[in-house]
């Protein structure tokens, strides 16, 4: 574990850390485990006891060679360091920026929560009962996939951002066009976006029976001013592992598969609505 000793907190325009300025889900800025970020690098705060150890574990993994087939869908992973914030000495899993290169006044971003079940198989009942409550009446239980979060770019406007609240309440109708506002500015993303997700729906379908990937988000990131010729042109990456468990049985993870399904679709559907 390397150790980085910057007070965050202090505003020191020296620091290369800073809170994520586009940051769309998850803790909010200011917090002291907020995600960071510098060096080109993502920090992500290290979650305490076994969901902080059961992630750093399955990057652990990865960076072994084991599950080789699906780290090319993960952000590269860094390690784990320890930052110093507000006087508060941290963990965080250092991550590939995905942003890198791309300005800030341009950047579009998707969080998507997937997946029909949203706690691991050791939560408590309370905790259960508590993620249950809160997918009731969302796309998460009827199509396997929630919106958390959108930054977008709209012409006249600038970035405008959409918290977990616009996602809470969309339901199935309004998916396919929550997919066309985000990428209004180049709609011609839509089947490269079909075309990576339909790679890690095929991992899933064919390749993965140890795992079940609770609670994990699907993150689509690109330049609204770039030629979108090019595959790389868009990324779309599977993170947050926290919630990540065997799988017992050796089954396939279905909730999730059916997610990817839907949402494969749902894209689709938005391109075949501006054609």
């Not at 002291?32 to 992500?44: C, E, H, M, Q, S």
């Not at 360091?81 to 899993?93: C, N, P, T």
Request: with cysteine.
């Amino acid at each position: 574990m390397s150790s980085i000793e910057v007070d965050v907190g202090a505003n020191h325009p020296q620091d290369d850390i800073i809170p994520l300025p586009s940051q769309v889900a998850g803790h909010v800025v200011g917090d002291v485990n907020t995600i960071l970020k510098g060096n080109n690098l993502i920090y992500k705060p290290l979650q305490d006891g076994a969901r902080g150890n059961r992630e750093s574990d399955f990057y652990d993994t990865l960076s072994r060679g084991a599950l080789a087939s699906f780290a090319q869908f993960t952000p590269a992973y860094h390690g784990v360091h320890e930052i110093k914030q507000r006087d508060v000495l941290g963990s965080f899993l250092a991550l590939e920026d995905l942003t890198v290169g791309i300005p800030s006044d341009r950047l579009c971003i998707a969080d998507i929560k997937m997946g029909t079940q949203t706690y691991d198989d050791h939560a408590s009942e309370k905790k259960r009962k508590a993620e249950e409550e809160k997918c009731k009446g969302t796309t998460t239980l009827s199509h396997g996939f929630r919106i958390c979060g959108m930054r977008v770019y709209e012409e006249g406007k600038g970035i405008v951002k959409y918290d977990r609240s616009y996602g809470k309440k969309l339901q199935a109708e309004g998916l396919p066009r929550a997919l066309q506002l985000f990428t209004a500015t180049k709609p011609h993303l839509l089947p490269l976006i079909v075309e990576k997700l339909t790679q890690i729906l095929h991992w899933f379908e064919n390749e993965n029976t140890a795992h079940k990937f609770y609670g994990t988000s699907i993150l689509i990131v690109f330049n609204a001013e770039s030629s979108g010729a090019d595959p790389d042109d868009v990324i779309v990456k599977v993170i947050d592992f926290a919630h990540v468990c065997e799988s017992k049985d050796g089954s396939r993870d279905q909730g999730y598969i059916f997610g990817l399904k839907n949402l494969i679709q749902a894209c689709i559907s938005a391109q075949s609505a501006i054609d």
